[in-house]
């Protein structure tokens, strides 16, 4: 019999190394993330596969799965410690080795294997780990999955059996690259920056770059589990201002960074200015649509009212819904509605067929972008964005509000708007257009302006965000509209209140 995990144990004791520790806050909404030796050891993480085992027969799925693991010091380590849970409850274990996260959605396709444990940390500190799950390609946990999970491990809930096995993939990333890389070169020759921080990525992105056809400037591709320089996260700006330096050194045609696991593509132009990646997603958008004709995105609700209102994407017949902030909900959201892509404004982008399988992949992201510039002759980077109408946008705003009252406040501000829309009332002078509410509430008045406002997925935070497409002055009465509804809720703490 396994032993009940405990929530906290003393390293250098015996309890330490002969019991399970795994502390309940690492299991998120859609995935799990620890700091190693602090919140979960060893035989946590064997738990953990035994109640993943356990979860995956319960859910009527073949016990059959891809894993992989990212390039930190100790990932290998806790992929071994996952992998025997796995066995232990019955599992066949398909072990790709030193992996970025998408490669191991691309196994699941590839070795028709529904199930994949991805052990990454993404692009968190050193000290992180963590796990991406599924079981029903491509989509990943949501909440429900990860609540079951959670109860399964915590109460030793296990249902261990014989006939457990494991099998090694050799050279692995030999066949995800020749997937990736197996389409007609580009025409035009792209100079390109390839920024890794020296995280998983950098194994991988230069060869994959350079086999469609552009001229690669490797940044920090050397694997380097100590991050000497930068976290590798394409929304850090350490990392940008690196990437930015690099493009302008080297008259590069874009610049292209990698988080950590790989599934994310951060964007510098030619000129060194970071495009966000809401920003991109129009740019890609547009591209797309211009091909396939009455197109359907899926973008999360921090994203860019452009998406609606570009008058290139209208024309095009392009339709685009607003979703849930989170790689999970967004994956299963373009499923679902069989989108030609979705794009979060964190950098997740999911591509259907014909351009990818719905998972997402930095790469796969950084190919378009390359795809994007080759379909358009003469013209630069910056020039595809200085083309999008003007917006101005606050940054991401986060609040402090308890992870006990997060949610009860924002469902009063829900109802709040829904009120004041039902009555007419106005909001910053105008009436409200829209309102959006599958994760807090997103107000669009009549001149496209919008305020959103939504409780933080993982910290005891809210998130809010206002854009206007008429002017700053816009943006600002947009955030007093949101501010004079928050500020009647003393359980939120003070943040920004002069962007």
């Known amino acids: 019999m396994f032993p009940k995990p405990k929530p906290l144990l ?11 520790m795994v502390k309940a806050t ?16 060893l035989m946590g993480i064997q738990a953990l596969g035994m109640g993943l085992g356990k979860l995956i027969a319960e859910l009527g799925q073949k016990q059959e799965i891809v894993t992989g693991h990212d390039f930190r010091g100790y990932s290998a380590s806790i992929k071994y410690a996952l992998m025997t849970g796995l066995m232990a409850a ?18 699941q396709f590839d070795l028709d294997v529904p199930c994949v444990a991805m052990v990454t940390a993404s692009h968190n500190d050193n000290g ?12 990943t946990f949501g909440p429900d999955e990860m609540n079951r999970l959670k109860e399964i491990v915590l109460n030793a809930e296990f249902d261990n059996k014989p006939g457990g096995s494991y099998q090694f993939h050799e050279n692995y990333p030999a066949r995800y690259i020749a997937d990736l890389t197996n389409r007609p070169k580009l025409k035009r020759k792209l100079k390109v920056v390839v920024a890794c921080g020296n995280g998983t990525a950098g194994a991988f992105s230069p060869q994959v770059m350079e086999a469609i056809g552009c001229e690669v400037i490797p940044l920090d591709t050397e694997l380097d589990h100590t991050f000497p320089k930068y976290n590798p996260n394409p929304e850090d700006m350490e990392m940008l201002h690196a990437i930015r330096d690099a493009v302008l050194e080297h008259k590069a045609d874009v610049g292209l960074g990698f988080d950590g696991d790989g599934d994310r593509c951060g964007v510098v132009d030619n000129t060194g200015e970071e ?10 958008a547009r591209d797309m649509s211009a091909v396939i004709k009455d197109a359907t995105f899926v973008v999360d609700v921090k994203s860019t009212g452009l998406f609606v209102t570009d008058p290139v994407l209208q024309a095009q017949g392009a339709k685009t819904t607003y979703w849930k902030t989170g790689h999970s909900y967004m994956k299963r959201r373009t499923n679902e509605l069989n989108a030609l892509a979705g794009f979060e404004k964190s950098g997740h982008f999911f591509f259907n067929a014909p351009v990818g399988r719905g998972y997402d992949d930095g790469l796969v992201s950084a190919i378009a ?12 980077m910056a020039d595809l964005k200085d083309a999008l109408p003007k917006t101005w946008s606050s940054p991401t705003m986060s609040p402090h509000c308890a992870d006990e009252t997060k949610y009860g406040v924002v469902a009063q501000v829900v109802a709040h708007f829904e009120a004041a829309q039902k009555a007419g009332d106005k909001v910053a002078g105008q009436a409200i257009r829209d309102l959006v509410t599958v994760n807090g509430v997103r107000v669009t008045c009549e001149d496209g302006s919008w305020g959103l406002v939504r409780a933080s997925s993982n910290k005891p935070e809210l998130v809010v965000v206002v854009e206007s497409p008429v002017s700053e002055a816009r943006m600002h009465d947009m955030f007093e509209a949101m501010n004079v509804v928050l500020r009647t809720h003393p359980e939120v703490g003070a943040y920004n209140q002069t962007i």
């Open 26 to 41: 690492g299991f998120r909404e859609y995935d799990a993330r620890w700091l190693f030796g602090k919140e979960i050891n």
């Open 275 to 284: 495009i966000f990646a809401d920003k991109v997603g129009v740019m890609l």
């Open 369 to 380: 972008i390359c795809e994007m510039l080759d379909r358009a002759p003469g013209k630069t």
């Open 128 to 139: 992180w780990t963590g796990v991406k799950m599924g079981i029903n390609r491509p989509m």
């Open 90 to 107: 019955g599992c066949k274990v398909h072990d790709i080795g030193l992996a970025v996260t998408p490669m191991a959605y691309f196994a």
């Open 10 to 20: 003393v390293p250098n004791t015996y309890a330490y190394e002969s019991e399970p």
